[in-house]
């Protein structure tokens, strides 16, 4: 078995972080260089997967990540795909303790 970790293509709040003062985090989506990051590396994965064995996905409901997968996807059409949206999935989120004394 094969493990690949595949991290979410360039967002908007990765070019500008003021932008989490106007979205929620979960709702930051791909820059245009983000979906074709996202797009080549599923190029990249496909030929590394086998069609006849199924490929268990597992993605996080931000919107970044289910605009990576769905890029990816793309170049694994006729793949037996498992996927599971889990919104364990994410990354740590700073702060949320930093109001605790």
Same mark, same amino acid.
């Given at each position: ?8 293509? &360039? #967002? ?5 972080? /003021?932008?989490?003062?106007?979205? *929620?985090?979960?709702? $930051? ?7 074709? &990051? #996202? ?5 990249? /994965?496909?030929?590394?997967?086998? *069609?006849?064995?199924? $490929? ?46």
């Amino acid at each position: 078995m094969k493990i690949y970790l595949i991290r979410h293509g &360039q #967002s908007q709040a990765n070019v500008d972080p /003021l932008l989490y003062a106007q979205l *929620k985090d979960h709702n $930051v989506p791909l820059t245009d260089l983000g979906k074709e &990051q #996202s797009y080549k590396a599923g190029a990249d /994965l496909a030929p590394k997967l086998k *069609k006849n064995k199924p $490929v268990a996905v597992f993605v996080s409901p931000y919107k970044r990540t289910r605009e990576t997968w769905n890029e990816i996807k793309q170049h694994l059409v006729g793949y037996d795909l498992r996927e599971e949206e889990n919104p364990l999935l994410r990354e740590q989120e700073y702060k949320i303790f930093a109001d605790l004394k």
